[in-house]
């Protein structure tokens, strides 16, 4: 189980990844667009540490 969640927490990571190369090359065409690739690229990233974050404590109470 915990190892699907690291991989599901890693795919944010991929998915932020991915959203930033498409938000810099969007950039000079259509800056709406890429202004939404960053935003998702942002609440990706976000996702990926809230995950990690919220595994860990779910790893220490289960540890205790």
């Not at 969007?26 to 974050?53: E, Q």
């Amino acid at each position: 189980m915990m190892k699907i969640q690291k991989i599901f927490q890693y795919a944010y990571f991929v998915f932020a990844i991915l959203f930033i190369y498409d938000g810099i090359t969007k950039w000079t065409d259509n800056r709406t667009g890429a202004y939404t690739s960053l935003g998702l690229a942002a609440l990706a990233i976000f996702m990926f540490f809230f995950r990690k974050r919220f595994s860990k404590k779910f790893e220490d109470r289960n540890n205790k």
